[in-house]
């Protein structure tokens, strides 16, 4: 099981410093958690991974499940045996898929409406829609893979078997992770069902790994303080923030603001899929302790660094001819040995020893970012 | 410029140890020269490669022209500075691209016809015969880009200008790299323009970087004495020995063994693009100090690590469940982390992270290999 301490508290803001133990060791908060979906953090080895400072992981239930199934992670003696990580580590439960596979592929929307310009779009998800591959029960969900079409059924109690074989420290309840484009009607609904999941997933699981519900509620406040009030009443080790957030970052503060309030203080707080590092210093003044994000990878391997200068785009002619390390305030191997003219000459080659190159700096100047928030609270000046 | 010296001397084979000092730092031969074509060694970074125990590598001249061309190389202080890479560097001339680009890639045939099973073919590259996307003449040859279609101009001056802006330790002269289906008498027209621009790139050398020589010639006891006769008595810094070499790794050998003994005991010999792992024992006996290949890398990339226990594809089943390190003999990185299972996982999945890992192993054992075989010669044991 894990323990949480708060061991100092911003006056000026919701922000804490504190401790998360873990049976793999000790996370210090707020902390960045890269996205290792299928048991790897793409582009790099997890020694890397380690080396640049990541405490905790999160890898992806659903597509373990697919390949290489959780049987055989099993047999090797659960993720961390199999991956060869000794840190924490958190699986999801696959509720994000029900979301991504589902409406979100169907509108070709995100968590965040506001990030797709031009796409905006009325909210026709109503009662009894159901999204196109994806059929959403009151018992679970059905799933077709994206890679061969077979069918996959996760409900509370999957999930949850598929995630105690996995092994991770930190394991999450079921849930429907709503698209941005739902109607309050459709809500409403999703979240009777998600609670009733939630409530079944504490009954079903046997307290060896660490627990956390999930608040939904997408971007309506009595929706989220609904959900607040009622997983943060349950006996959960820590929650999660899951689901739609609104059209802007403005609408994600909100709902933050919104939610954190409602939880037990003494509990870990995660926020899920979210975390550009331009959001770091809000996400943590709103009192999260740790949140996920794929963009610091994702972006990496598309040749964009996030560097002391604000994000760099490797594409850009310019940095041919620029001797500069990538990110001269940056220790990380990267920077240490390549000029950005070398890393420009590789991104446009796309040579894929760039993308590992931004990936190893993106997680360096993340965790250090992350490092230095806990500073701020440490010293009393977040 | 460079010097090298023979320590030791196999009394039962042509095997040599010896030392190769260049601007840039000794190089310990026998060597294996991994290739990183367009200035980086494929998935991994040059920490890595040097970590892995890389003493040297081999650019392409024709590659780094395209892209980023040569001047923005130059006005980097040169490769070595562009790379951030401070040991001994190589690069080819461009002549391995007539071949590749040309008749090569008309023929689909590698340097050694074997290795294509089914695809035996009579010689029909005769005395006025020309490629599809390159046009070879006396003063040199006319390449079109891959890229762009564009058309590039590469003869003795010209490689040997690029080279000298790309500033490597040792470059050598431009030749034509011939295909095995060339017929003698179209061998002897090649071999004559080879020899004259071997003699234009010694009278247009300035004597900063070292030149070596390229000895051609094909499968032909006769061709590849003459040349390496002709090759032999210029006062190149060093030797390479190109081309053709017959239809299977026997012809290939019995190349060497016509070849090496008529070239200047005292001078560096390497062989151009050859060195699978299973060949560095028999190259060595050979009297080749150094010699270059893809294919531990392009393998890596492809799922199979060369191991003591021979070649493993890591895309078989059976490594899903095995829970050994990837070579239980070998102390690199990927070996110290990875399992056998985690990286077969990773390979099916195409994570760039496995191509990554299996570069890392596979350029430690053939660099340890290398190694192996230098303590062999010390010992007199070869």
Redesign the interface.
């Known amino acids: 099981m894990i323990s949480f301490r708060v061991t100092a508290r911003s006056s000026r803001s919701a922000a804490r410093l504190g401790v998360l133990s873990t049976p793999h060791g000790d996370i210090e908060t707020p902390a960045f958690v890269p996205v290792a979906t299928?048991?790897?953090?793409?582009?790099?080895?997890?020694?890397q991974a380690a080396e640049a400072g990541c405490q905790l992981l999160i890898c992806n239930t659903f597509h373990l499940h697919l390949?290489?199934g959780e049987d055989?992670v099993a047999?090797?003696g659960g993720l961390h045996s199999?991956?060869?990580w000794q840190r924490p580590l958190m699986t999801d439960s696959g509720g994000y898929q029900v979301f991504s596979l589902g409406f979100g592929r169907d509108h070709d929307v995100g968590k965040l409406r506001g990030v797709f310009p031009g796409k905006e779009q009325q909210a026709t998800i109503k009662p009894g829609s159901q999204p196109n591959h994806v059929k959403i029960t009151d018992d679970g969900v059905w799933f077709r893979s994206p890679r061969d079409g077979s069918k996959h059924f996760l409900g509370p109690a999957e999930s949850l078997a598929m995630q105690r074989k996995l092994g991770a420290d930190i394991v999450f309840a079921f849930d429907e992770c709503t698209a941005p484009l739902t109607t309050p009607a459709y809500l409403e609904l999703s979240l009777r069902r998600t609670h009733a999941w939630a409530e079944r997933c504490l009954e079903l699981h046997d307290g060896e790994q660490a627990l956390y519900g999930i608040v939904q509620g997408s971007h309506y406040r009595e929706l989220r303080q609904h959900s607040a009030r009622f997983i943060g009443g349950l006996p959960f080790a820590g929650f999660g923030i899951g689901g739609d957030l609104g059209q802007d970052k403005q609408d994600m503060h909100q709902v933050l603001e919104w939610t954190v309030p409602l939880l037990p203080e003494e509990r870990p707080r995660h926020l899920l899929g979210i975390g550009h590092p331009e959001d770091f210093d809000e996400i943590v003044r709103r009192g999260v302790d740790t949140f996920d994000c794929i963009v610091p990878t994702l972006h990496a391997r598309h040749g964009i660094a996030f560097t002391a200068e604000g994000r760099l785009n490797l594409r850009n002619r310019r940095f041919?001819?620029d001797?500069a390390p990538l990110d001269p305030a940056c220790s990380c191997?990267?920077c240490r040995?390549?000029?950005r003219?070398?890393l420009a000459?590789?991104v446009?080659?796309e040579?894929?020893?760039?993308?590992?190159?931004l990936t190893v700096h993106n997680l360096h100047y993340c965790n250090r970012l992350a490092a230095s928030l806990r500073e701020a609270i440490a010293k009393g000046s977040l």
């Open positions: 299928r048991a790897a953090v793409k582009a790099i080895s997890l020694q390949t290489p055989l047999a090797a199999f991956m060869g041919l001819t001797p191997p990267t040995y390549a000029s003219r070398y000459h590789l446009r080659l040579e894929i020893g760039a993308m590992a190159a």
